[in-house]
Every structure is written in structure tokens, then in C-alpha cells.
């Protein structure tokens, strides 16, 4: 039996994660829609057919590893290089072997981890040689590929979409360290089912979480004789706080936010609370949250009840003033309102309608009868000249022409029956027809 020298470390010094890494697809649990029999990743590895590649997922899932297991079927060879610790120097020289590995028939299947945080230039580098055939490209990103690897060489990549572990996944993989003479097998653990499915959805979808709290579980269990007995105190302890996957300025941020915008439009307020929850307990700065409240409560509320825009900037307001966490029942107060609101588009809809003909016609002058006249020469230019102040008539309205001649008649709001917006519409309905009744009449040219 070979002896373990004082310079080796303690196996079990390496944490769990590691030591658990699965070796074959058959110890890879979760990605059964890429894995399972009959799918097209699956047939890849099993034929040794795998083309360039990129891994797109949350952590935890399984990236790194299927890399390896790739790697471990394949008759090529296999280089790991990390995005974070390499530049363009070590990218030549990577590609500079794999060149010589190509020449002499030989395959190369390079693995980049984290390989949104190459930039433009570093991932143009690995171009040439995966339209040549020199390596095998498989990157690795918690990012959406759409935004972070440029189009070039995203084109020429097949992008698998990994998901988060289930609680289902996760509580499989915490047995197998119970019984995985890698794990802790021969300990005799006392830990109930129940447990084992708080520490699953407490890592979110993440193996490296579940399998990191299970060890700080394990380890500092109370030891009665030879029994390992993990008390609820203990667990509680261990699961106090669940660390949200969330990142400010990735896609995360954008699909949350969108998540809360939709569930308010939605009228659905559970949905709208629980999506704030999700992005303030993360870190998420709330004056972004209530900025964005400011803009819905005109976009999809609008003159349906002109209130929401009050509440939403009464928000932002409070959440200045008092901050976190205290702010998160004003932010509440605000998103409740504005999901249970009537709901119009009708502002949002004119403005982009307005939008385009200015865009189109930006030449457009400004009529003479609606232009003020502060100097002589303005006013012998006739600006203003025939205007009619509205306050003078009685019914305060007049016949007066706003738009240019080219756009005379056209119509950008117009306004729904929902809440408020139905008095609205009447309102803009008995002015449009005394204007059609009292219009000038046109002038035969």
C-alpha cells in the first residue's frame, strides 16, 4: 500500500465539489434534455464527433465538467485555458502547438472558461484556427453568447443551453456524496430526507453550492461515538442566507427587471412582488427599481389613471429618502398600484407614432399663426399673426391649425376605454367634433 508522504495533501483537504467531479456521463447528473438518450449532445460524445461548441449556463451546472468528460472520450488533445488568467501571447502559443498538432494529424479540442471575459481582439484570435480545423473550440460562459462572443466566431459554434440543477438533481447528487467513497461514505451521517431538500434549494440550481454546504454541514456536526448527527439548529445555521444569482450589469439584470415590467402589465401583483423581491434581496439598487416604476406608470397605465404616475414618483421619493431595506414596503406600495391599475398604452403609442413623422419630416417649419413675434421684424414676418389666445372664447377652444400643412388631420392618441381614459376619450371626442363644426373654410385656390 502506498504511503502518503508529508508533502501530499489531505484528500480530504480538497473540497467535495472537486473530489466528486463526475468522471462519465453516467455519474453527470441534470441536462437530460442535452444528455439523455437520443439527443444530439449525447450522440456527439458518444460517436467522438464534437464540433466547436459553447456551453451557455448559471454556475454550478455542469460546464467545466462536461468539458472534461468530453476530453476524456474524445482521441484528441485537451487543453484548459482559463479566460480570466491568459492573454493573447498564451493564445499564440496555444494555437502555435495546435497548428503542429494538426500538420501531424492530430486533434486538438481547446477549453475556454469564461470566455465572455475575452475581449473582441483575444476571441478574433482563436478565428483562423477553428475555420481551419487546428482546434476544437468549447467555451464555457454564464453570459448570453449573443452579447458577449462576437458574431464571427459565435457563427461557428454550435450553443448548448444548460439549466439550472433541479431540487430533484441536486438531492440525487447530495445522496451520491453520502455514498461516494470520494465523499463520505463510512461516515455514519445521521441526516433526514427533509434536510438533504433544504440544502438543494438552498444552492439555487448550483452543484458547487449543495455540494459546499452539505461538507459545512457534515464538518461541523455534533459526533456522537461513531454517528454524525446533523441537528435542524446546525442546518439553519449553514442555510441562513441564499445568495441569489443576479449580476447588475448582465442578462440576469435585464430578465428580471423584464420579469417585474410583464407580471405588473400582466395585472399579476404575486408575480410583480415576488420578481422585486428577487432583485432587491440580490443587491439590486432600488432607485433603479423605482425609476423603472416612473416609466411603466406612463407607458402601460398612462391617462387610464394618471394617479400611477403620483404613486410611482412618490416611490422613488420615499426609497431616496429611507433607502434599503425600509424602502422595500414603498417599492411594494408602488408595484401593487400599478399592477391592479387600468391599463393603456395609448401615450406610449403616440409618442412613437409622433416619432416617426418627425423623424421623417424633421424640415418641417413651425406654422407663422403659433409662433411668438417678441421683435418688429417678427411681426412684419406675420409671426403670429391671426392667432386666437383659447382663454377669450367661451367654450376655450378655437379652430386654430398646430401641425404643418403636411400633416393636418393626423391623429397620434388615441385613448381606450380603460379607467379614467374613458373620460378622456369623450372629452377628446366633443372636442374634435366643435372643431369639425366650427372649421374655417378652405380657400379655393
Known sequence: MRQQTFFEPDP?????????????LTEFVGQEHLLGEGKVLRGLIDRDQVSSMIFWGPPGVGKTTLARIIAG?????FVNFSAVTSGI????EVMGEAEKSRLMGEKTILFVDEIHRFNKAQQDAFLPFVERGSIVLIGATTENPSFEVNSALLSRCKVFVLQALTVEDLTKLLHRALEDERGFRGWQVEISEDMLETVANFANGDARTALGTLEMVLLNAERTGEKVVVTPELLEQCVNRKSLLYDKKGEEHYNLISALHKSMRNSDPDAAIYWLARMLEAGEDPLYVARRLIRFASEDIGMADSRALEIATAAYQASHLIGMPECTVNLTHAVVYLSLAPKSNSLYMAYESAKKDAMEMLAEPVPLVIRNAPTRLMKELHYGEGYQYAHNTEEKLTNLQCLPDSLSGRSYYHPTDQGSEARVKERLRQIKEWKRQHAPEKKEK
Do not use: G, V, Y
Open 73 to 77: 472520450k474524445t482521441q484528441a488533445n
Open 89 to 92: 501571447k498564451e493564445i499564440k
Open 12 to 24: 480530504q483537504s480538497i473540497p467535495l465539489a472537486a473530489r466528486l467531479r463526475p468522471r462519465d
